[in-house]
């Protein structure tokens, strides 16, 4: 436990077979430097840099929790010095953590500026290799790691993950859009200083490889191989994403505002956006590389991609995890720029010796372009099933299980409801919905009431909603 400290390193250890969090720093901490540890069989996270939240102005701590703009605290940065900063974590080699807690992290960052993470390897945990919690107060530098095997006891989560509910957040999307038109730097008093992600390989199967959520806000990401689930922004500002490859996936904007500032440019992707619940596209998404026409033209058609073009990346070795195109790619036609392959994880002779690295995919380029949502007009109400972990995630909801609410046309039986679009029915009258046509088997029994009870999930919250027939 470090707290009130300046100046410490803590060098060439081995930690195993404890029970709670390794090396945590709490409170003002300054210049630490933990380096060349190998972190293993451990209980809960492995390395926590934790700020004090009376350094935090106008905090919130529950996602659906806000404070009144009469009562909100307006000036940037933090209010007291009681917080990490300025501390660097490199070459250390942590895995097996969180055998007994589960939300946890190989590097753990909350409340906290400045941080700097380099060339550590990171792999069998529970859920995040490396997290990000609040936007308070960024300038972190996450650069050169190997993060794989993650999310592995959890969901909804990424390889390395963040989310960002500062002052701007409020748990109603439409709230929190009006509050930032009406102050566009809203989102930047408490991350001021932005967050780099650069040169990491990571590969997550139950999640996302780079999953910004919640309102992550002010960061620049390039140069990141992503292995398996690609990259995944949530609502959020001032977001800047370049030069990445996403393997076998690609980008999954969610839920975005109309003012949101982001750019999506230089990126090789292999399948169609996984866009959901968009108001806008940000400042600029374009000159991508995409794997067929097919995929090229939805994007145009949504009025991205102008400039961005088709075709296989021609990968020098894919098979042996080099990524780098060759000259006659159509990637470097785009912008994108070769970065380099061979340099991620422990550098330290020693743990490079015994370190893991994660499993190479089979490369898949072919999109076959069907469209297989499952939609049904029913009753005047556009009704979808839940397809895809996107989709779930972005509706906040926990299982693959309902139907969602897409379009309730004027007039139809079920505009008299408080049912909403973006509902999602997940329980009708005490019996569980699956799917389409089970919702509307159960909706069929109980026709003959007065009252229907629907229990939906709206805003990413469980509530109860009465039809009077």
Not at 75 to 104: A, D, F, H, M
Not at 168 to 179: A, G, Q, R, T
Not at 395 to 400: E, L, T
Request: net charge neutral.
């Amino acid at each position: 436990m470090l707290d009130g400290t300046e100046n410490v390193s803590i060098n060439d250890c081995e930690f195993t077979n404890l029970g709670g969090n390794l090396i945590f720093a709490n409170g003002y901490n300054r210049n630490i430097e933990i380096i060349g540890n190998q972190i293993y069989n451990c209980g809960a996270s492995a390395i926590s840099f934790v700020g004090d939240s009376t350094a935090v102005r106008s905090p919130s701590y529950q996602y659906r929790e806000f404070v009144p703009m009469k009562d909100m605290d307006t000036v940037t940065g933090p209010k007291n010095e009681l917080y990490p900063s300025n501390c660097l974590v490199e070459n250390n080699l942590i895995y097996k953590i969180g055998r007994i807690e589960k939300q946890v992290a190989g590097v753990q960052i909350s409340m906290a500026m400045k941080i700097h993470v380099k060339n550590n390897s990171i792999y069998d945990v529970p859920r995040s290799g490396i997290n990000v919690s609040e936007g308070t107060w960024g300038g972190h530098i996450i650069e050169f790691n190997d993060v794989f095997n993650t999310v592995l006891e959890t969901s909804d989560h990424g390889s390395f993950n963040s989310w960002g509910r500062d002052r701007f957040w409020h748990p109603k999307y439409n709230v929190m859009d009006s509050l930032v038109k009406q102050n566009p730097k809203m989102p930047l008093r408490d991350a001021m200083y932005t967050t780099i992600i650069r040169n990491n390989r990571f590969r997550c199967d139950h999640g996302w490889d780079i999953d910004l959520d919640d309102g992550s806000s002010n960061y620049e990401i390039y140069n990141n191989l992503c292995l398996n689930r690609g990259i995944k922004l949530r609502e959020g500002y001032y977001r800047v994403v370049k030069n990445n490859i996403m393997v076998n996936n690609s980008f999954h904007p969610h839920v975005w505002f109309s003012n949101s500032e982001d750019v999506f440019t230089n990126n090789i992707v292999m399948k169609k956006y996984a866009d959901i619940r968009l108001k806008g596209w940000g400042k600029e998404v374009d000159y991508n590389l995409f794997p067929n026409k097919k995929a090229l033209e939805r994007s145009r058609d949504k009025g991205t991609d102008t400039n961005s073009l088709y075709g296989n990346p021609l990968f020098v070795n894919p098979k042996n995890g080099d990524f780098t195109v060759k000259d006659s790619s159509p990637a470097l036609k785009i912008g994108f720029k070769n970065f380099r392959m061979d340099n991620f994880g422990v550098q330290n002779p020693k743990l490079k010796a015994i370190a893991k690295e994660p499993e190479i995919p089979d490369l898949n380029i072919h999109l076959s372009g069907r469209v297989s949502a499952k939609t049904k007009k029913w009753l005047g109400v556009t009704l979808k099933e839940i397809e895809t972990i996107e989709e779930q995630s972005s509706f906040g909801i926990h299982s693959m299980d309902g139907v969602i609410v897409l379009k309730i046309d004027e007039n139809c039986k079920l505009s008299k409801s408080s049912l909403k679009e973006g509902d999602v029915i997940i329980n009708v009258t005490a019996e569980e919905v699956k799917n389409i046509s089970n919702f509307i088997e159960i909706y069929k029994k109980y026709e003959y009431r007065e009252n229907i009870l629907f229990t939906i999930i709206r805003d990413q919250k469980e509530i109860s909603v009465e039809f009077i027939n």
